[in-house]
């Protein structure tokens, strides 16, 4: 087992980092176009977290590319980090933020018009998320399952399926308000 423990922006750079070498910066983007819906990463956590895990041998600089970017990749030691992870039975950490969830919840204390304007824009909110991930990340995801690597798809697709049952659980709640 591996002696570094692992923080969640560690996971995530390690993971792609078993893709290819990568920058900060092209981490950040790699997160910006595949997992910030369901994990998400800052630069002020990613940097910070690759000089922790250069330290600790899981990752080395690969090349200084322009504009003095180091390129990391992962040694030996980092992919044996990242596979204990993925083989690993600790609790899995789930956290859903949702703000419009968190309005949903407390909405006896507003009035009915208000609760219903909310539930159309958690609605609204949903429909241009799975726009968007149709048009701008699944193909991205698709060029990965082309070279071989199926798994950024699915999980897209089950997050398109969360999203589309909770759109259409709002919609419904929306006809219920609306007829009141």
Do not use: C
Request: charged letters at 30%; zero cysteines; a negative charge.
């Amino acid at each position: 087992m591996s002696r570094v423990a692992l923080t969640p922006t560690a996971k995530i750079i390690l993971g792609f980092l078993r893709f290819r070498p990568r920058s900060g910066y092209d981490i950040k983007q790699a997160v910006e176009i595949s997992t910030r819906f369901f994990w998400g990463a800052s630069y002020g956590q990613i940097y910070p977290e690759l000089q922790r895990l250069e330290r600790a041998g899981l990752v080395e600089v690969e090349q200084v590319a322009e504009r003095r970017r180091k390129v990391y990749r992962l040694t030996a030691a980092g992919e044996q980090a990242l596979v204990e992870w993925l083989g690993g039975d600790e609790g899995d950490l789930f956290q859903y933020r949702d703000e419009g969830m968190l309005r949903l919840f407390f909405s006896d204390f507003v009035d009915a018009a208000t609760a219903l304007e909310n539930v159309r824009r958690m609605r609204a909110w949903r429909d241009e998320v799975l726009a968007f991930l149709r048009a701008e990340i699944e193909p991205h995801a698709q060029e990965d399952t082309d070279a071989g690597l199926p798994f950024p798809l699915r999980a897209l697709h089950l997050g398109l399926a969360m999203l589309e049952a909770q759109r259409d659980w709002l919609a419904d709640l929306e006809r219920e308000l609306t007829a009141r």
